[in-house]
């Protein structure tokens, strides 16, 4: 704890040195993308994007999960998209999943256990390579649910917002990006 607080005690410093105006951002709020990601430490959206304060506005939630919309019962989620969509007016969101998230995992073996499928000594982990695919499948599942909600699919009509699916691979630093013709996340 004691590291987290002596970078709070020198933010001024470093942001001075980053040649970062701290006044200029109470002026405005106008972000350049949403980026909804797994809370999970070992994902860090600025990090990834070099962005600077400012530029993201970002939604973090167990697993990376956006909830169903429904009006009638909102959540801190579906109003963090409604207020990045009407009112900041953002123009992109990026839904980005992870390699090794732990709520894919667990979703994955339950799935197994729930087949009938156990682990055992000698393969800890059957079907462990179809983790990946999994993961892809929860990103672009989070974009289904993302899609439905009324302020995003009235600016997708207009053409005013764009959807993107992406995927870090933790433990080789490269993110990939669906491609919808290919049906694959590659490269960005």
């Given at each position: ?7 709070v005690r020198v933010f001024r ?12 951002l109470t002026q405005h709020h ?114 289904d649910a993302l899609s439905s ?40």
């Amino acid at each position: 704890m004691q590291y987290l607080i002596d970078q709070v005690r020198v933010f001024r410093a470093r942001a001075a040195a980053h040649t970062l105006h701290l006044a200029g951002l109470t002026q405005h709020h106008r972000p350049r993308a949403m980026f909804i990601s797994c809370s999970d430490a070992r994902i860090v959206p600025a990090l990834l994007t070099a962005a600077r304060p400012g530029d993201l506005f970002e939604l973090r939630t167990y697993g990376g999960v956006i909830p169903p919309y429904d009006a009638q019962a909102p959540t801190g989620e579906s109003r963090t998209v409604e207020y990045a969509v009407n009112e900041l007016k953002v123009s992109d969101i990026i839904v980005c999943g992870h390699s090794h998230c732990d709520v894919v995992t667990a979703a994955m073996h339950d799935s197994l256990t729930a087949s009938g499928i156990t682990e055992s000594d000698d393969d800890p982990a059957p079907l462990a390579g179809d983790l990946t695919a999994a993961g892809h499948w929860h990103v672009l599942a989070q974009l289904d649910a993302l899609s439905s909600y009324p302020s995003v699919t009235a600016r997708l009509a207009d053409r005013s917002l764009h959807l993107h699916a992406w995927f870090h691979e933790i433990d080789t630093g490269a993110t990939l990006q669906y491609h919808p013709r290919a049906s694959a996340f590659l490269p960005l």
